[in-house]
């Protein structure tokens, strides 16, 4: 029967969308500032246009200015407001003051308040409710022993100017749209031909057999050249590990479990028989020894048994509780064997998506650990809890773990000093360990307070 395809992995999000995304929001970013820049740039050439006519209207209307016998006397030229003239009928004020005094004019038109710049000065400012664009000038008159300084204060509404803008910011508007829109195609372009790279990686390890795994030797870009390599170091790794594997379960089935198994029975045959007690107790010891190699060989099988299907996680809907409760069922007999007790709480089922198999091997390791280690006339508690996530928490009252030793006893043979004369390979925890890490969870290692050992597994 065929394995099962591998579940869909996790996906978040389109590398292609986000670049699409990120190249159209540069895009369009960009589109906007352009159409700001030209616009403010139209808004500065219609301005200076408009300051220049006004500028040449005022010096114009300075021109006409003279001392005759004392007497100020303007005569304003009609191409001083005709210069002016604009298709939208802009409205046009003039205010005359000579040595700041009103003259002539509209008297509510301000001389002007700022610095003058050369012989104009520019300001915009409101009068009668309109927004107006004004330039005032000055100019020395010098008669028959007078001198006197008469200024002219010109305004002009901006209608024309506005229309003007806003045709120009119509203008720059559809320019900035025709250039989006050139950058988003030129965007999906790109992103098509950038991810075509990793389409055609895709399609290379797809089409590879099972047991191949071979280094990539195909030209790529160099962007993606630390990704293929990565790939090749996770194949030699693969590949080593697989290796590995094999070749001590082969060992272990064929050599350790039943040439163990016959010498283990052997040695109880033979201590049924021999009556010197000084033989009974080297073949109770030789049987103690036959119990921690069948244990460890037993062990270190399941280890490679865990670490084979840990790369190929069979999941099934479970309920966590039934499982414990099951097992806790079977090792029963062995904890009233050792005058123990085994009791299981928390919820009173847990769902879970897990492989079975694994997950009852790490359990098993746990409970059996606790019971090697708790004392006699005590409790080993199991419990199973949802919240706030899933964890399997096995409890005892033996000697706990060596503080300065819990970031070891994960490892693989790694035992602590307090485990010396009990019967165990070190391989427990690391059982539990790697149940743990395939189901993408951890183990927390802990002690009691008033003495013993705490287990979690978190699923």
């Given at each position: 029967?065929?394995?099962?395809?591998?579940?869909?992995?996790?996906?978040?999000?389109?590398?292609?969308?986000?670049?699409?995304?990120?190249?159209?929001?540069?895009?369009?970013?960009?589109?906007?500032?352009?159409?700001?820049?030209?616009?403010?740039?139209?808004?500065?050439?219609?301005?200076?246009?408009?300051?220049?006519?006004?500028?040449?209207?005022?010096?114009?209307?300075?021109?006409?200015?003279?001392?005759?016998?004392?007497?100020?006397?303007?005569?304003?030229?009609?191409?001083?407001?005709?210069?002016?003239?604009?298709?939208?009928?802009?409205?046009?004020?003039?205010?005359?003051?000579?040595?700041?005094?009103?003259?002539?004019?509209?008297?509510?038109?301000?001389?002007?308040?700022?610095?003058?710049?050369?012989?104009?000065?520019?300001?915009?400012?409101?009068?009668?409710?309109?927004?107006?664009?004004?330039?005032?000038?000055?100019?020395?008159?010098?008669?028959?022993?007078?001198?006197?300084?008469?200024?002219?204060?010109?305004?002009?509404?901006?209608?024309?100017?506005?229309?003007?803008?806003?045709?120009?910011?119509?203008?720059?508007?559809?320019?900035?749209?025709?250039?989006?829109?050139?950058?988003?195609?030129?965007?999906?372009?790109?992103?098509?031909?950038?991810?075509?790279?990793?389409?055609?990686?895709?399609?290379?390890?797809?089409?590879?057999?099972?047991?191949?795994?071979?280094?990539?030797?195909?030209?790529?870009?160099?962007?993606?050249?630390?990704?293929?390599?990565?790939?090749?170091?996770?194949?030699?790794?693969?590949?080593?590990?697989?290796?590995?594997?094999?070749d001590f379960i082969a060992e272990a089935a064929h050599r350790v479990r039943t040439p163990l198994a016959t010498v283990r029975s052997y040695a109880d045959?033979?201590?049924?028989?021999?009556?010197?007690?000084?033989?009974?107790?080297?073949?109770?010891?030789?049987?103690?020894?036959?119990?921690?190699?069948?244990?460890?060989?037993?062990?270190?099988?399941?280890?490679?048994?865990?670490?084979?299907?840990?790369?190929?996680?069979?999941?099934?809907?479970?309920?966590?509780?039934?499982?414990?409760?099951?097992?806790?069922?079977?090792?029963?007999?062995?904890?009233?064997?050792?005058?123990?007790?085994?009791?299981?709480?928390?919820?009173?089922?847990?769902?879970?998506?897990?492989?079975?198999?694994?997950?009852?091997?790490?359990?098993?390791?746990?409970?059996?650990?606790?019971?090697?280690?708790?004392?006699?006339?005590?409790?080993?508690?199991?419990?199973?809890?949802?919240?706030?996530?899933?964890?399997?928490?096995?409890?005892?009252?033996?000697?706990?773990?060596?503080?300065?030793?819990?970031?070891?006893?994960?490892?693989?043979?790694e035992r602590g000093k307090n485990a010396s004369g009990t019967i165990g390979s070190g391989l427990g925890l690391t059982i539990v360990q790697d149940v743990?890490?395939?189901?993408?969870?951890?183990?927390?290692?802990?002690?009691?307070?008033g003495g013993g050992a705490c287990v979690i597994l978190s699923l």
């Amino acid at each position: 029967m065929p394995p099962d395809p591998p579940p869909d992995p996790y996906v978040s999000g389109s590398l292609r969308n986000r670049l699409v995304l990120t190249l159209i929001g540069g895009a369009a970013i960009l589109a906007f500032l352009l159409f700001i820049a030209v616009r403010n740039y139209a808004a500065q050439v219609a301005q200076q246009g408009q300051d220049n006519i006004l500028g040449a209207s005022v010096t114009s209307i300075l021109d006409a200015a003279a001392l005759r016998d004392g007497q100020l006397e303007v005569d304003i030229p009609y191409a001083a407001f005709a210069m002016l003239s604009t298709p939208s009928d802009d409205r046009v004020f003039y205010a005359i003051f000579q040595d700041g005094a009103f003259l002539s004019g509209y008297e509510d038109l301000p001389p002007a308040t700022g610095q003058f710049d050369g012989k104009w000065s520019f300001q915009t400012s409101r009068i009668r409710g309109e927004t107006i664009r004004q330039v005032s000038a000055r100019r020395t008159l010098v008669g028959l022993n007078k001198q006197t300084v008469i200024e002219v204060a010109l305004g002009q509404t901006q209608d024309a100017l506005a229309e003007t803008l806003d045709q120009i910011s119509r203008n720059a508007a559809i320019l900035g749209v025709g250039f989006f829109a050139l950058a988003a195609a030129l965007s999906f372009w790109a992103t098509s031909s950038t991810i075509g790279q990793l389409n055609r990686l895709t399609t290379s390890v797809t089409r590879r057999g099972p047991q191949d795994l071979s280094p990539f030797k195909k030209p790529v870009p160099r962007e993606m050249a630390p990704l293929v390599a990565s790939l090749n170091s996770l194949m030699g790794r693969l590949d080593q590990s697989l290796s590995q594997s094999e070749d001590f379960i082969a060992e272990a089935a064929h050599r350790v479990r039943t040439p163990l198994a016959t010498v283990r029975s052997y040695a109880d045959a033979t201590l049924q028989r021999v009556e010197k007690e000084e033989n009974r107790e080297a073949l109770r010891s030789m049987v103690r020894a036959i119990d921690e190699s069948s244990r460890a060989a037993g062990q270190l099988l399941d280890h490679a048994m865990i670490t084979f299907r840990a790369d190929h996680l069979e999941r099934e809907d479970i309920d966590l509780n039934a499982l414990v409760r099951d097992l806790v069922q079977r090792l029963t007999p062995i904890a009233e064997m050792k005058d123990l007790s085994l009791s299981l709480s928390g919820d009173p089922k847990v769902s879970y998506s897990g492989d079975p198999i694994l997950i009852q091997n790490a359990v098993r390791n746990m409970i059996d650990n606790a019971l090697k280690y708790a004392p006699a006339d005590s409790f080993v508690r199991i419990e199973v809890v949802s919240e706030p996530r899933i964890q399997i928490i096995v409890k005892d009252r033996g000697p706990g773990f060596p503080p300065d030793e819990i970031g070891t006893l994960t490892r693989r043979f790694e035992r602590g000093k307090n485990a010396s004369g009990t019967i165990g390979s070190g391989l427990g925890l690391t059982i539990v360990q790697d149940v743990a890490s395939a189901h993408g969870g951890s183990l927390e290692l802990t002690n009691r307070q008033g003495g013993g050992a705490c287990v979690i597994l978190s699923l």
